[in-house]
């Protein structure tokens, strides 16, 4: 069964950095490209960064520059290194393959950029 654990997120003040993680149950994890999603209250969900199983990198433009997604295909982990984090970046963040290939969702991460 796939199943997504993300952890890491908390309070942090603007400019700050975080640190979010990633355990995948998913078979053959080192095959699929991966992605961060997150939604803001009362947003719809958007991806923000994504990585293929050949570590190629995307993301989306106002994070371009501070986030760093990344994945040790090893340990079934995925990592989104968030830095200089600003008010908008509150969400809370949600790993899956990209696209989505279920409808299971962890529970995600809560991130809180404010003073």
């Known amino acids: 069964q796939v199943q997504f654990v993300e952890s890491g997120g908390g309070l942090v003040q603007p400019g700050g950095s975080l640190r979010l993680s990633c355990a995948a149950s998913i078979s053959r994890f080192s095959i699929y490209t991966m992605g961060w999603y997150r939604q803001a209250p009362g947003k719809q969900l958007d991806l923000v960064a994504s990585?293929?199983?050949?570590?190629?990198?995307n993301y989306v433009d106002s994070v371009k520059g501070r986030f760093t997604i990344s994945r040790d295909s090893a340990k079934n982990t995925m990592y989104l290194q968030m830095n200089d984090l600003k008010p908008e970046d509150t969400a809370v963040y949600y790993c899956?393959?990209?696209?989505?290939?279920?409808?299971?969702w962890g529970q995600g991460t809560q991130v809180t950029v404010s003073l």
């Open positions: 990585i293929t199983r050949n570590g190629n990198t």
């Open positions: 899956h393959t990209n696209p989505p290939t279920s409808s299971i």
